[in-house]
């Protein structure tokens, strides 16, 4: 069933680009990028050898103009897991619908809250074993969603998440992911980016983050501290008394031509720490050879937790 249902939406997707350019009003772009690493894991002690993919990923997205001053827009877009035993390999990310004009832009659908989007770039070990989602609570993808995000105001923009009672990794609450971000993620146009952001019942934790990031020549600098409390269990229930949780991460990127290299430490209170180290190589544009090495402690077990990769990135 699966094999028939990808098959039916690569075929979907290649006809749609083709009507596409036939009807320049209406636009798709197919998109996606394939990152696959060997590493060796030592993980409780025991010592494995992988082939993984790491948050590889297909997708499709356009957009449509309804008036002069009115877009539609969409995205569907599938994570694609090449290390699974299974051939049903194909799993949701962000899959939304949504209006955007002068008045900002809205979407309904699976997507990731506001708060996860005000990290911005500062992870520099994003999908691969250093990411931050190891030890911070607030990295969600949640099904259910409805967002909005203002116009930008001299760069500064307000976005909110709107995560319904009915999704079932919300445990019957309605969540609130809240964030306020200056500046350009990518420091491209701008040579810093600033963010606030707070979740509110979101997957059972409240969370107040603050992150920013800036570039001065080839290096880049980053910062996030966070805390975190649990409210509610899986089942429901209230969790009353929680103590709230702290923590924070460092990164730093330093560019030498086609050469990146990267450093991170993060820690979170009474969970454990973590810190990474690694390079790019840009073959081209779209292509990158990196390794790293990412070593974790958690706060109740002896041992440490330890990565090594070697990994492909091509995106297209």
Known sequence: MMNVFCKTLIASALTAATLSSAYAADPLTVYGKLNVT????????ESTT????????????GAFELSSS??????????????????????????????????????????DTML?????????FNDLSGDLKNLFKGENRI?????????SFSGFKVGVTYAADGAGSQYSQDGFSVAAMYGDSGLKKSPIYAS?????????????????????AGLKLGGMYQQQEATYASDGTAIVGAE??????????YQIDAIVLKAQF????????????????????????????????????????SYVGLGLEHKF
């Not at 099904?143 to 116009?151: G, L, M, R």
């Open 38 to 45: 060997a590493q060796s894991n030592d993980v409780n002690d």
């Open 244 to 253: 709230s949780k702290t923590g924070y991460l460092l990164s730093a990127a």
């Open 70 to 111: 009115l877009e539609a827009f969409y995205t569907v877009e599938y994570e694609v897991d090449t290390g699974d035993e299974s051939k049903d390999n194909f799993e949701a990310r962000n899959q939304f619908v949504g209006l955007r004009g002068n008045f900002g832009a809205f979407s309904v659908g699976r997507n």
């Open 196 to 216: 606030v952001a707070y979740d509110s019942d979101v997957k059972g934790y409240e969370v107040v983050r603050a992150t920013v990031q800036g570039k001065i």
């Open 143 to 151: 099904e259910q969603t409805a967002t909005y995000i203002t116009p």
């Open 116 to 124: 996860k989007v005000s990290q911005g770039k500062v992870d520099q």
């Open 266 to 305: 993060q820690d979170m209170e009474d969970k454990g720490d973590s810190w990474s180290i690694g390079g790019d190589y840009k073959l081209g544009k779209p292509t990158k050879l990196f390794a790293f090495y990412t070593s974790r402690s958690y706060e109740n077990l002896d041992n440490d937790d």
């Open 50 to 61: 992988t082939i993984q993919s790491n948050a590889s990923r297909f997708g499709v997205k």
